[in-house]
């Protein structure tokens, strides 16, 4: 009768046995796979290399946006000192916002945009999604386009109609009626709000002040395309037949469609308002 240690020790080389004829079996599949032209990817994924990943934390810009300085009247015209504008809590600031942002558009869909709730927050939170080139339509949704988009064939070819630009008017109307020297005071007026807001998402307020400047910027390295453009359909989305076009941000391919007059428009309002920005 065998002793314990002995059926372990048994069982032990039966089972290093069996590990290396696996592995043996398994060598020479893959021998045999790799000698021949007919190897299906999918079903035998590679055995990926064991590498040192370096996770590098994304790049958020920084920048400074000037406060605006404090200029005091001459003694002979001092007029009493206006009480300090108390801010609310940020839970509590839609009203706060709304109310004041009436001195920037009288627009009524621009007035319809501030009807969500939680204003400061989703306004964040769409810039730090335009500082990286794309819209976050769930978070802040503006107008939707007018009417149905559009192709025409010419031969195999499709093109995009140039009917397709007027979809966005309504949007760019409001995006036009914005008093931009008022929403700059606007900005400075309810900066520790928003500091408070992008802080909520790790970002100080240096890199919210980039992260402003930075989404402006999109829309000003946007190109401008008057010529018809072609697209593809290949998958359920269009696309467009220009590597170059195609390879532009999310956010640029948007204002893209809006139209090259569109395009212009909305790149002479963002240049102001970064300009009333910089130089309160």
């Known amino acids: 009768m065998k002793s314990a240690d002995q059926k372990f020790s048994a069982s032990t080389i039966i089972a290093a046995l069996g590990i290396i004829a696996a592995i043996i079996v398994a060598a020479g599949l893959l021998y045999r796979l790799q000698g021949t032209d007919e190897v299906d990817l999918e079903a035998i994924a590679p055995t990926p290399e064991v590498i040192e990943l370096v996770i590098e934390e994304p790049q958020v810009p920084e920048a400074e946006i000037p406060i605006p300085a404090v200029v005091e009247a001459p003694p002979s015209a001092q007029q ?166 195609e390879a532009l941000l999310p956010v640029q391919k948007q204002v893209l469609r809006t139209g090259p007059e569109n395009t212009q428009k909305l790149q002479q309002q963002a240049l102001a308002l970064k300009t009333a920005l910089l130089n309160p």
């Open 80 to 245: 009493p000192t206006p009480e300090p504008i108390k801010l609310p809590d940020l839970d509590d600031s839609d009203g706060f916002v709304r109310e004041r942002m009436q001195q920037v558009s009288e627009d009524a869909h621009f007035a319809r945009w501030l009807t969500a709730d939680d204003l400061l927050r989703r306004s964040a939170s769409y810039l730090d999604g335009l500082s990286r080139g794309v819209v976050l339509s769930k978070i802040f949704p503006l107008s939707a386009p007018q009417d149905k988009f559009t192709t025409h064939k010419d031969g195999q070819t499709i093109w995009l109609n140039a009917g397709n630009y007027e979809r966005y008017d309504d949007t760019i109307d409001a995006l036009m009626s914005l008093d931009t020297v008022a929403a700059a005071k606007m900005f400075h007026l309810a900066r520790p709000l928003l500091e408070a807001s992008f802080s909520e998402m790790g970002y100080n307020p240096r890199q919210m002040e980039g992260i402003i400047l930075q989404a402006i910027d999109r829309v000003l390295a946007t190109p401008i395309i008057v010529e018809p453009i072609e697209l593809i359909h290949e998958s359920v989305f269009y696309e467009f037949a220009d590597p170059e076009l």
